[in-house]
């Protein structure tokens, strides 16, 4: 179970996304937010891990 949220900060030419991915540990069963800034292309590739 993964929820995506996906905010977009621009800054010069390049753009930038903050991703949060909600994952659930293996070890103790509770949940836990992945928060990362990517470039906006690789985005989609962060959820698909």
Not at 20 to 33: D, E, M, Q
Not at 44 to 49: A, E, G, P, Q, V
Request: charged share 35%; net charge positive.
């Amino acid at each position: 179970m993964a929820k995506k949220t996906v905010a977009t900060l621009q800054t010069g030419s390049k753009k930038y996304t903050k991703v949060i991915r909600l994952k659930k540990s293996p070890k103790t069963g509770a949940y836990v937010f992945e928060e990362k800034i990517v470039n906006a292309d690789l985005a989609r590739d962060f959820f698909k891990k």
